[in-house]
């Protein structure tokens, strides 16, 4: 772990946990977490449903999108939308931001205690934030 990164607790991918963030615990939905909260990780939908398939796994890419939307509806992942065409799924919760190598395709966690965003708009009438989020794309010069 990097300096400055506090660690992250690492989401139990059990059918309890599941079904107390009101996730059912499919046989398709176990798999998917079982490989993406194995650790705090990175991972694209196509990641995924290689990674669920090579351990025997039967899986569509519709039931994988389908999950993840709603693993993100529930609050379990963050999506990460480094550009318009991709996007993975952050199996940390917490506030943090991230350094996103353009070459690679490599994203590392970034300590959100370490950034301070200002200048932000005011928000219309009726509307609250629910956090900014930093990517700081990168490549060697």
């Known amino acids: 772990m990097r300096a400055g990164m506090k660690k992250a607790e690492v989401i139990d991918p059990s059918a309890e946990f599941l079904e107390s963030r009101g996730v059912k615990a499919t046989r398709q939905r176990l798999d998917i977490a079982q490989v993406l909260f194995a650790c705090h990780q990175h991972l694209s939908a196509e990641q995924i449903l290689a990674m669920v398939n ?13 999950t993840l939307k709603l693993f993100v509806e529930k609050r379990l992942v963050r999506e990460v939308i480094v550009d318009p065409e991709k996007v ?20 590392i966690d970034i300590d959100a205690t370490g950034i ?24 060697r010069g």
């Open 54 to 66: 090579a351990e025997g796994g039967e899986l569509s890419k519709a039931t994988v999108y389908n």
């Open 88 to 107: 993975f799924y952050d199996s940390n919760t917490d506030p943090h931001h991230h350094l996103y190598d353009t070459e690679t395709g490599k994203i």
């Open 116 to 139: 301070n965003v200002v200048g932000l708009p005011d928000l219309p009438d009726g509307m609250v934030s629910e956090g900014v989020d930093v990517i700081v794309r990168m490549r």
